[in-house]
Every structure is written in C-alpha cells, then in structure tokens.
C-alpha cells in the first residue's frame, strides 16, 4: 500500500529535526571565537561615520542652497551693485570663507570678501554645458581644498555676473571625543581633510610619536580602502531587504599596536531620501571616515563551554529519543496493528481473534472490530451478546501528544530562560558610553545648526520684504514657505502684534516686548509645541518676520540609528521633540534622565559640556547621554538639550550574544513542536477519533453510514476496511432477510 502520509514522517521529521537542533545547539551554545573588537564597537564607529556624512552633506548642500536663493532674491529686485551683494551675503550668513564678483564678459573682479578665490580652474566647460554652475572641488596654491559654489547676478546694462563662494571641505565641525579622528577622502583616497589627530610637535615623547605616526598610516590606508568599497552601488552594497542609510557604509579592522587596534568606519555622502531630488554633496563622491584605536578584547580561557554545549545537545537527544520512544509506542505501534487486523477481517479470515490495544481511540477501534468479527461469525445472532469488553476507554491520542511536548518543553524552557542569561553586572564597553554620549553631542549640534539656519533663512528673506505692498509681501513668503520645508507657516508680525502678511498655517501670537530672543516655544497644554524664529524686518521698527518650525523637521533630525531614543528637552527636561512619538511637554521616563541633564547644562569651565552614564537598575543596563545646545547662533541661548538613552540589550557583545543564541535555540525547539506534533494532530489524531466513532457505530448496527477516507495512509486504509465490512455486513442482512422464515418451536397445527 503506498503510504502518502501517516504516522512515520512526522515522526521521522521529528526524529531529523531533533538532531539537527542538537547539533546547532553544540555549536552555538559551545565555544566561538571570540572577535578582537566587539562587533557592537565596529557597528557604533559606522554610525559615527554615518553622522559626520550626515552633517557635511547637509552643510554642504545648505550652503549650496543659500546661494542659489539669495541669487534668485537678487535677480528678481533688479540689478545690485557687487559690494552691497557681498556685503548683505556675509551679514546673513557667516559660512563661507572666501566671496567673489565678477564680470562675464570680461573676467574683471567687481568684488571680492575674505579668502581670495584663484579664478584660473573657471574654463568654458564650468560655464557652459549640462554640468554649467555645477560645484567644483578646487586645490589652493596652500593644497586645501575649496568647493566652489556659483550663482549667475544680473548686472546693469543686461550685463552678467558670476557671483563665487568657496568654503572648505573640512571635517564637521563635531565633538571628536578622545582618541577619534576623522578624515574627509574624496575618490581614489585621497584626504582631503582631517581632524582629532595630535600635533606632533605637542606630543611629549617619541613613543607617542610613533603611535601618531601609527595611526595616520591607518588612516590612510583604511581611507583608500573606504574609497574603494564606496565605488559600489548603494543597493547591491547593502544586505537584501534592508534599508538602513541611503548611501554606502561599513566597518573596517585595521593594525594594531600597543594592545589597540585601529577600528573604522565610513560612510558615503548621499542624499538623506532620494525621492526627494539629488544632492550636490552626493555627487562629488566624497567619504567620511572615522577611526578610534579600541583595547584588543581580552579572550578568556572557556574550555567548559565545550562540554556546556555538548550537555545540552545530549540532554536534547536523550528527550527526543523518550518523546519519539513515546510516540511509537502509543500512536505508531497500535495504529499499524489496527490496519493489520482490519485488513484481516475485510478479507475474511475471522478465526483468530482482534488483538485489541489496552487504551485509547486503538482501543476503541479494536474492541469494535472485535464485536464486528462476532457478527460476521455468527456469534452475535446466536446469543445476542456484546462481545466487547465492559468499561470505557479513557484517554486517547491526545495523551501522548501532550506528553511529548511536556517532554521537549523540559528543554526547550530552561535553555530559553534559564541559560545564558545576563543581569545588572554584565560588562559593557566604556566606547559605547563614550560614543553614546559623542553622537548624541552630534545630533544636538545638528539641531541647533537647524534652527540657527532657519533663523538665518529668516534673515535673508526679511531684507526682500515689502511691507507697503502685502500682495508681493504675500507671494514672496508663499515662494519661500514652498523652497523651506523646515517651515510650517511664514508671516509678518507688526509693532502691536497683529499679522500683516501669512502664508502657510494658522500663525500663534509673537510678542514683541515680553521675550526678546528670537527663537521661542509655546503651546503648552497643545498637542504640539510650538517653535518660532523670527528675524526684524529692517527699515521697519517693531516688525518682525516669524517662521514656525515644523516639529516633524526636528524629529527627523534626531532619527538615528544605533542611538535608541533621542530627545529634545527644554531647561525643564520637558520634551519639546523626540524620535519617536510624545506628548508635548511630557517628563522624561526615568528618574535618572532629568538628573542627567541638568548635570549636562552646569557650567564648567567656558560652558556645559555633554555627559553620558552607565545606569544599571535591577536586571536592565542603559546607557544614557546628554548634550546642551552650545556652539553659537540664536539656538545656543535656549538651554534646551538632547538627550538619549537605549537598552544595553541592543549591542552586539558577547554576553548578550550568548543570550540570544540560547532564545533562538528554544525558539526553534517550540517551533519544532508545535510543526511536528500540529501535523500529528491534524493528519492523525482527529481523522483517528472519528473513525473510532464510526467503528462503534459501525459495531452498534450501523450500516447506512458510508465511511470515506480522509488521507491515503494508516488510518484511512483501516477506513477503507471497515467500508469493506460495512458492504458484507449489510450483504448478510440482506441475505438473511430474503431466507424463508423457520418454523418456531411448539408452534404449528395439527
């Protein structure tokens, strides 16, 4: 009989599955090579780069985008006299290092302010063509590097200007922390720019010569290394399926000297979303990459993990082996016996009686085809008694189902929960403290750079305001509240309060006499707070231009990966913005937390500095930073700071590798279970207690019913026999009901 399903491949499924998780357990569960560097270091020193990408691509492209405008400002007022142009430039904007005039036609300088700009890399193809006013990288007579950014002015008399800004492609400038250093590579691996190393000069010995010496060598090798994988294509480059940082990124191991090894990581510059346009700063293939010397991690002798790994496996195998033993012996070795005696009777032979099972739906079955067999020989019609045995069959199939999964829960939940698992005094690495509390330093200057350009941008759009003409005052902030995503609403605000001119959303009331500063928050008891920039309207005294930021633009700047929960809190340690979703105004979640920030914001020394902490409380490890808003720009008065924190359960260490590997291992072991044992259940057991019914009935005198089988396998081959039966049953009673009737006993006539 082919057999296309049944008892025996679940079984042997069962029997497979376990050794195989045996075997993974020995290797998981044993001794592994443990890494030189933790690979929760190498993921925090690609986070970094990511950072540093983050904030010279944005700084680049804003600069970029400054210029355009103002430009396009320009042009719209009329033709502008070249010193007015250059000096209304660095008033709004202090970030370039060097600013340039000229005449088109001639190449004549009209004007020029701060660093002199060589004007003999400009040919026609900078000029002309698709790639026309495109930012360049230019090499000074010094050998720094200069992006040039151009914008066409038009002059008088239909004449054309070139108006020139060069700025440096230096490292961001960003808190380093100890030991860091960062470079800027362009393509090919070259260095453009770095930071964080030590001045050779300031160094007191020549061992930290050498190391100096050491390190910059890594650097470079390591930058031509990053420059080649960021050759790659940004999505063939990543894992499939993951997303993760738009451009190219990972981690590299480098030398090591005096017990540390040179770690790096780099990252491409690339446009935060694609689908929101190309960025200049992606196109002109620059890489970030930052690179911290780490202590080698210390290996520990674990030669008993060996035999930890080979018990558990045995101590798996050996219930696996009770769970299939049990398995056989109640479900498997009745079931065929079933099929056997049933086949029997279908053909006839009703000699020997039914070997009937001691308990359960094999039970039942039997002693039903055990009275069947009397019937069929003539021993019911002659007595009329019951052969089946007195007393009922309790239990079933069921039984040993749940007791192979007690068996296999035995292990499956002390490896889960009881194996490897970690505390409040599991060791931490202090370079995740230490770059905890650099990254979140990093992103509070990011956001304080954001709101200082909004203020900026505020500026710049004021000096173009005509406020006797509320129909242009009008459009010029639609255009600008259209090229500002940063803004929710734009309007002018007039010496008593009132709106002169909006665009955008409903404005919220700024008053001009209670709080000078230029950035404030409101809306408390909102669902929302409320942050305005504003900038004076020059000429016009009391008059203000305010521009709302939209909360989303903050909390998308504090999106990071790697850096848990990130928060922007006022001097209150009140959430004005956050990563994930808040409630405006709402208190941080840990005691610890508000602690933390109002360590961050005591002076010390020229100001607050950022701290981080390692806060072990109970079972759970976190670590936690904050960082104030310092650095100059209107936003550095606010005494609002950035604060983040992350279960220490995230990183990559051994510890909680180790936990995690013994998590999967139950895991796999439940899902065992529950596929082995849910297919016996459903192939077998329930069509198993239905024919148990239907053989009783069968047994009882029912001959109408007619039995189907289900599957073609065990059970329903014995389906198949009682339908076999069930026909010579009914065959009989035909046959006897068609015979002539006997003559009764002391009956009759005369």
């Avoid at 993974?24 to 592994?32: E, F, I, Q, W, Y």
């Avoid at 914008?151 to 060069?166: E, R, T, Y």
């Avoid at 290996?299 to 080979?310: P, S, V």
């Amino acid at each position: 009989m082919p057999l296309l399903g049944g008892i025996r491949p679940p079984i042997a499924l069962l029997c497979v599955l376990i050794l195989a998780l045996a075997g993974l357990t020995a290797k998981v569960l044993g001794p592994n090579a443990e890494p030189v560097v933790p690979k929760a270091v190498l993921s925090s020193q690609q986070y970094f780069a990511q950072d540093g990408a983050i904030a010279l691509r944005a700084s680049i492209d804003e600069r970029v985008t400054d210029l355009e405008r103002t430009a396009t400002a320009l042009n719209s007022d009329g033709p502008a006299d070249p010193e007015r142009v250059l000096s209304d430039l660095s008033k709004a904007y202090q970030k370039w290092t060097g600013t340039t005039v000229l005449d088109l036609e001639s190449g004549k300088v009209l004007a020029a302010r701060g660093e002199r700009i060589p004007l003999a890399w400009l040919d026609k193809d900078v000029l002309t063509g698709d790639r026309a006013l495109t930012p360049r990288m230019v090499r000074l007579e010094t050998g720094d590097v200069r992006l040039m950014t151009m914008a066409v002015l038009d002059g008088k008399q239909g004449a054309q200007q070139l108006l020139i800004a060069s700025n440096s492609l230096s490292v961001p400038p960003i808190n380093l922390g100890p030991f860091r250093s960062m470079a800027v590579v362009a393509r090919g691996g070259e260095i453009l720019a770095t930071a964080g190393f030590e001045q050779s000069e300031a160094l007191n010995s020549d061992a930290e010569r050498k190391e100096l010496t050491f390190l910059q060598k890594q650097m470079t090798r390591l930058s031509d290394q990053a420059a080649e994988e960021t050759e790659q294509n940004p999505i063939s480059a990543r894992e499939p399926g993951s997303r993760g940082y738009p451009g190219v990124s990972g981690t590299l191991l480098g030398g090591d000297y005096n017990g540390r090894v040179a770690t790096a990581g780099y990252a491409s510059l690339a446009a935060s979303d694609p689908d929101d346009g190309e960025s200049v700063a992606a196109g002109l293939g620059l890489t970030v990459v930052a690179m911290l010397p780490v202590v080698q991690q210390q290996t520990l002798a674990e030669d008993n993990r060996q035999l930890f790994g080979l018990l558990a496996a045995g101590a798996l195998v050996l219930l696996g082996l009770l769970a299939v033993g049990v398995l056989w012996m109640t479900v498997q070795r009745p079931l065929l016996g079933l099929f056997l005696e049933s086949r029997r009777l279908a053909r006839g032979d009703l000699i020997r009686p039914v070997t009937v099972p001691r308990w359960g739906e094999a039970a039942r079955i039997g002693s039903a085809l055990e009275h069947i067999r009397g019937q069929l020989s003539g021993a019911s019609s002659a007595d009329g008694a019951d052969t089946r045995p007195a007393g009922r069959f309790r239990g079933g199939a069921r039984g040993p189902l749940a007791l192979t999964a007690v068996l296999l829960l035995l292990w499956c939940v002390p490896v889960g929960f009881l194996l490897n698992r970690t505390d409040g005094t599991v060791s931490i690495p202090a370079v995740m403290v230490n770059d905890q509390r650099d990254r979140t330093d990093l992103v509070a200057d990011r956001a304080r750079r954001a709101l200082n350009e909004a203020q900026a941008d505020l500026v710049s759009t004021s000096r173009l305001l005509d406020t006797d003409d509320p129909a242009a005052t009008e459009t010029l902030l639609t255009n600008a509240l259209r090229e500002h995503t940063r803004y929710q609403a734009l309007y002018v605000v007039g010496k008593d309060g009132e709106v002169v001119a909006r665009a955008g959303g409903d404005p919220h009331p700024w008053s001009t006499g209670k709080d000078p500063s230029l950035v404030r928050v409101s809306g408390k008891g909102e669902k929302k707070p409320v942050v305005q920039a504003g900038a004076p309207v020059p000429e016009h005294e009391g008059m203000t231009l305010v521009g709302e930021v939209r909360v989303e633009f903050l909390n998308s700047l504090l999106k990071r990966p790697g850096l848990g929960e990130v928060r922007i809190v006022n001097t209150e340690a009140r959430t004005l913005a956050a990563s994930d979703g808040f409630l405006a105004f709402e208190g941080l979640p840990n005691d610890v937390l508000p602690d933390l920030v109002r360590a961050a914001n005591v002076q010390v020394g020229a100001g607050p500095v950022e701290n981080g902490l390692l806060v072990r409380d109970g079972g759970a490890v976190t670590v936690a930073a904050a960082a104030p808003f310092t650095g100059g720009g209107v936003a550095s008065d606010l005494g609002w700071t950035v604060v983040s924190w992350q279960n220490a359960a995230q990183f990559e260490i051994t510890a909680y590798e180790r936990e995690d590997r013994s998590v999967l291992a139950s895991l796999l072991g439940l899902a065992l279970i529950v596929v082995c044992l849910g297919w016996i259940h459903l192939v077998v057991v329930r069509p198993l207690r239905a024919l148990a019914a239907g053989a009783e009935k069968l047994a009882d005198g029912d001959l109408k019913t007619v039995h189907y089988p289900r599957y073609q396998d065990e059970v329903g081959a014995v389906v198949r026999s009682l339908e076999l039966i069930r026909q010579q049953l009914q065959t009989r009673r035909q046959t006897q009901a068609r015979r002539p009737a006997e003559p009764r006993p002391d009956t009759g006539g005369r």
